[in-house]
Antibody, heavy 123, light 113 residues
Framework: EVQLVESGGGLVQPGRSLRLSCTASGFTLGDFAMSWFRQAPGKGLEWVGFIRSKAYGVTTEYAASVKGRFTISRDDSKSIAYLQMNSLKTEDTAVYYC??????????????WGQGTLVTVSS | DIVMTQSPDSLAVSLGERATINCKSSQSVLYSSNNKNYLAWYQQKPGQPPKLLVFWASTRESGVPDRFSGSGSGTDFTLTISSLQAEDVAVYYCHQYYSTPQTFGQGTKVEIK
């Protein structure tokens, strides 16, 4: 059974950093791209970025709102994807979800989602 | 960026009746080389992560009841729930993965009348 479990969320002050982890099980992480999405309280879904698999060069793409502040990485040997968030702003407050990106030969949709982890940026 | 606009923002439908949600993209999400529309639909219930319902605009995800169907091409898409059940109360989102940044519609809240 495919499972994704996010961890690392919590309360953090503006300007500080936080690293989220997404632990995968039930499939070989290295075979898939992984995406991060977020959802501010009471709001809609926002794509944060993704990291492609080794077969596609482990390249990354980011939303403009987080580019230069957030970094997505992966450790396929541990089956974990990461979201490093630096210079956090109050508007980064959201539930963060990781998803497995289905294999379609390119950049695709998320077929499995984790339960999410809440990040609250506040002084 | 491709802007996704859903309509309506909310709708109330009687049990057993049809619910129709529309999604319009600001530019085509049809990839000509493979003739696929890079459009998915998700269902989100309160306190839960989104659940994939439809991908490639009209392919139902495994395990999704057949009362859910997706249609459309290019810039105009529709998610139809043919016979609304109580467990279908949720917010529904369309999502384009044609280009980055990937974007979502604002969501449509479906309730029971």
């Amino acid at each position: 059974e495919v499972q994704l479990v996010e961890s690392g969320g919590g309360l953090v002050q503006p300007g500080r950093s936080l690293r989220l982890s997404c632990t995968a099980s039930g499939f070989t992480l290295g075979d898939f791209a992984m995406s991060w999405f977020r959802q501010a309280p009471g709001k809609g879904l926002e794509w944060v970025g993704f990291i492609r698999s080794k077969a596609y060069g482990v390249t990354t793409e980011y939303a403009a709102s987080v580019k230069g502040r957030f970094t997505i990485s992966r450790d396929d040997s541990k089956s974990i994807a990461y979201l490093q968030m630096n210079s956090l702003k109050t508007e980064d407050t959201a539930v963060y979800y990781c998803t497995r990106v289905t294999n379609c030969g390119g950049d695709c949709y998320g077929d499995y989602w984790g339960q999410g982890t809440l990040v609250t940026v506040s002084s | 960026d491709i802007v996704m606009t859903q309509s309506p923002d909310s709708l109330a439908v009687s049990l057993g009746e049809r619910a129709t949600i529309n999604c319009k993209s600001s530019q085509s999400v049809l990839y000509s080389s493979n003739n696929k529309n890079y459009l998915a639909w998700y269902q989100q219930k309160p306190g839960q992560p989104p659940k994939l319902l439809v991908f490639w605009a009209s392919t139902r995800e495994s395990g999704v009841p057949d009362r859910f169907s997706g249609s459309g091409s290019g810039t105009d898409f529709t998610l139809t729930i043919s016979s609304l059940q109580a467990e279908d109360v949720a917010v529904y989102y369309c999502h384009q993965y044609y280009s980055t940044p990937q974007t979502f519609g604002q969501g449509t809240k479906v309730e029971i009348k």
